[in-house]
């Protein structure tokens, strides 16, 4: 046995996988292999120079020897392990892993050879002459080799091709001329010519002054697990490219519907207006809704499938103002928070730049997401958004995203849950929430590819929190930054109140409800909460139960008028020892005309319609002295629009051509200087609202109702008068007024006039 056969086969024991101990004629552990220590869950220090009578007992032991049985049981706390034991009767250097002491005796040897013919993978050695000096049993059967020793002297270009012989050469000349332990997938090819892979280590051997003298190989058979490997990235390929296909065929598909779908929602809303029949105009409305919806899922999905095949490279980076951005989601969402009675609350950082750069239209979209979400899953309460400044690194800016709500919140074991494509806790068949399940997909898609994560905090009966943080680049050009942030001039955002003062609660009286919601609109824009009804009855209920801070009513309600409330309520307040409070009157009249009458019976003040956001300033800065609210801008009152209530002569009656059908500006006024409320009352107005009361007025005409004519040309006229339908607003009030006047000689014609105006308005508005 020369040295290097000691060395290989120390080496192996070092090296392979099975459990071996070299055991003192005591049985005391001398050294052992990294089996040895992974079974006993041990370091190999720990174990050497202790007995292995801890682990077997004695009777086993003696086993071992008298029988020479070569492989003992271990038993730890839990567990039994079989392991290779070696009874050495030399003691074996432990101290260099780098020179190995010889340890191995005679019998030990025989013993090793055994083991090695019994190892499961190819195992060789050879001198630094690359010639073979020694092999396991299962190597000298892949070389097709009579026993394990015929490989002793022979060389690459005895036992392989020459391509593998040269590449051979070429790894083991790094361990032997090197030193450099290796690690390795080399090609064989059979003696049959199949090429097998294997993968190969490979270390040098060293005598007892560290020269290397030897390498030792081991090479285990992995053409099986590569032919796996190589099926399941094909496989996987195939599932990759089925998966575009699929989703190419979702998007083709889509786009194909989305054009004749839009033609139906088109060609239903021409025959909603077109029909006379109430019924046949409801299901003509049904068909326009339901293709809304089936566009809008559509869309969703449309949507989805294009955040989920954005690349890094698809972001659009550009310097835009998160302030605007903010401010224009606000815009459109106001009108639904303001319809469902929500407050919507922005908080926006001061510190944090006017201009940053980003994908502007992903952060929206995002934004909208959850703002949708957000007013969706809210009954009652508010819905905030807030960004927070974190902190500033040279040219990034970190901020934090918050969209809370107090809504229906989402139970814990959910919370993973929504983020799933088409995952919806409430499912379509229970109706109770539209949607599609797709919004918080998009949303986590597009947060991570702006490199951030989104978080959920929510409380299920108490509301939600989504968060997530964003780094932003900063523009260079320092013109570009606003000392403070600019606030949009069309929206005031106002910064919570965070003294948890109650906020201001005012009774808002409308018939009208396009006249309503403008209302609630501006009221909600001075941060107060409102409660509306659409008459006094309703109103006198509200006041009973509910403690409220202000009133402001239409003077001209159906039942009773705004004058009778005013007296019944402070009426109700002195029997009832309440306190009286503020009630300010809106007249579509001249104001002088209503002052005295409205005075007296115990209003406060009454100012001309329509209110804008000056006057509902200057009312709640007046009248709700201890409110937490300053006012957002102090200005004059507006001076009343509609002086005259009939022109001085006949003939002008019938001149309305002098009037402009439409004055946008005084519209976009009413409405809070909020350009996208102003559109969707004036869509809502011209094709819901006035239709069902033109229908009504013509009907009363028919029957000779003509109390009824003359309330329903008031009402509509309370509508155009905030829209800035002016037009439409004279020929009604010539209507009303001229019916009031006792005259009934014009009526008719006054009347038809008046039709003619109000169906001229609204086919003009609608194209
Ligand atoms: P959908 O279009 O159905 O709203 P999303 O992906 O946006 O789809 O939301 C998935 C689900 O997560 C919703 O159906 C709802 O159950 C829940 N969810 C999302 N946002 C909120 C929220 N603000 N409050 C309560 N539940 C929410």
Redesign the pocket.
């Known amino acids: 046995m020369t040295i290097l056969d000691e060395q290989a086969l120390s080496t192996i024991i070092q090296m392979a996988q099975d459990p071996i101990l070299i055991l003192s004629e005591e049985f005391m552990v001398l050294d052992l292999n990294q089996g040895v220590e992974k079974i006993l869950n041990n370091e190999k220090k720990q174990i050497v120079g202790t007995y292995l009578t801890q682990f077997c007992s004695a009777e086993e032991l003696k086993q071992l020897v008298s029988t020479q049985l070569k492989q003992i049981t271990l038993k730890t706390a839990s567990n039994s392990f079989i392991c290779h034991a070696v009874i050495t009767h030399k003691a074996p250097s432990l101290s260099s892993p780098k020179v190995p002491q010889p340890l191995i005796n005679t019998t030990t040897f025989q013993y090793l050879e055994a083991i090695i013919s019994q190892i499961p993978a190819s195992v060789y050695w050879m001198n630094t002459n690359y010639i073979y000096l020694g092999c396991s049993d299962s190597m000298a059967k892949l070389l097709k080799l009579a026993s394990r020793h015929d490989i002793v002297g022979r060389t690459y270009t005895d036992l392989y091709d020459q391509k593998s012989a040269a590449f051979y050469k070429k790894s083991d000349s790094s361990v032997l001329e090197h030193g450099i332990s290796l690690s390795l997938e080399e090609p064989l090819y059979r003696y049959d010519g199949v090429k097998l892979i294997y993968l190969s280590k490979k270390v040098p051997l060293y005598d007892e002054l560290g020269n290397i003298i030897g390498m030792l190989g081991i090479s285990t058979d992995i053409t099986e697990r590569k032919k796996m490997e190589k099926d399941l990235k094909l496989a996987k390929k195939a599932a990759e490219s089925a998966d575009r296909a699929k989703t190419e065929f979702i998007a083709n598909i889509g786009h194909d519907i989305r054009t004749p779908l839009t033609g139906v929602i088109g060609m239903a809303e021409i025959l909603k207006n077109s029909l006379d029949n109430m019924e046949l105009k409801t299901e003509a409305h049904i068909i326009h809704d339901s293709g809304e919806e089936l566009l809008s899922m559509l869309n ?1 999905i449309l949507d989805d499938i294009k955040a989920g095949n954005i690349h890094d490279g698809e972001l659009h980076l550009e310097p835009f103002d998160l302030y605007e951005c903010v401010n224009d989601l606000i815009k459109l969402e106001r009108p639904t928070t303001t319809a469902k009675h929500l407050g919507l609350f922005v908080e926006i950082d001061e510190k944090i730049p006017q201009i940053l750069i980003s994908d502007r239209r992903k952060i929206q979209r995002i934004l909208l ?1 959850l703002l949708g ?2 007013i ?2 809210t009954k009652s309460g508010h819905i905030t958004v807030k960004i927070k400044y974190l902190g500033q690194n040279n040219d990034f800016i970190k901020l934090q995203f918050g969209v809370s ?1 107090t ?4 139970p814990q074991e959910l919370h993973h849950k ?1 983020f799933e494509r088409f ?4 499912p379509s068949y229970k109706g109770v ?1 539209k ?7 998009i949303v986590k898609t597009y947060v991570q590819l702006l490199g951030g994560q989104i978080a959920l905090i ?1 409380k299920e009966g108490t509301g ?1 929190t ?1 968060q997530f943080e964003l780094q932003f680049k900063t523009p260079k050009d320092a013109c570009l930054f606003a000392s403070k942030p600019k606030q949009a001039k069309s929206l005031p955002i106002r910064h919570l109140d965070c003294s948890n003062s109650p906020l201001p609660l005012c009774l808002l009286i409308e018939d009208s409800p396009t006249a309503l919601i403008v209302l609630q609109s501006l009221v909600a824009q001075t941060g107060c909460k409102y409660l509306s009804a659409k008459n006094a009855e309703e109103a006198l209920q509200i006041l009973k139960n509910t403690q409220v801070d202000l009133i402001i009513t239409d003077i001209g309600l159906p039942g009773i008028s705004g004058i009778e409330f005013s007296s019944l309520t402070r009426q109700w307040e002195k029997e009832n020892h309440k306190t009286k409070r503020p009630i300010i009157g809106l007249t579509g009249h001249a104001r002088e005309a209503a002052y005295n009458e409205c005075i007296a019976s115990g209003m406060d003040n009454v100012y001309t319609k329509p209110a804008n956001v000056d006057l509902i300033n200057t009312i709640i800065s007046t009248y709700l002295s201890n409110a937490s609210l300053a006012p957002i801008n102090q200005a004059p009152l507006p001076l009343s629009i509609c002086k005259t209530e009939l022109p001085p002569t006949e003939s002008e009656l019938f001149q309305l051509e002098r009037f402009v059908l439409l004055d946008r500006e005084e519209g976009i006024k009413s409405c809070g200087d909020n350009e996208v409320l102003f559109e969707e009352m004036l869509h809502l107005m011209v094709s819901q609202e006035i239709p069902v009361d033109l229908e009504q007025m013509k009907l009363a005409f028919a029957k000779q109702d003509f109390e009824t004519v003359e309330k329903l040309a008031h009402k509509i006229k309370g509508g155009g008068v905030y829209l800035g339908l002016v037009r439409l607003k004279y020929a009604c009030q010539y209507v009303e007024r001229y019916w009031k006047s006792g005259e009934r000689a014009l009526f008719e014609p006054l009347f038809n006039q008046a039709i003619e105006v109000i169906e001229t308005t609204c086919q003009e508005i609608k194209f």
């Open positions: 969703s997401n979400n957000a969706k899953f709500d809504g229906i919140g989402i929504v995952y919806r806790s409430s929430y949607g599609h399940g797709l919004g918080l997909h929510s939600s989504f």
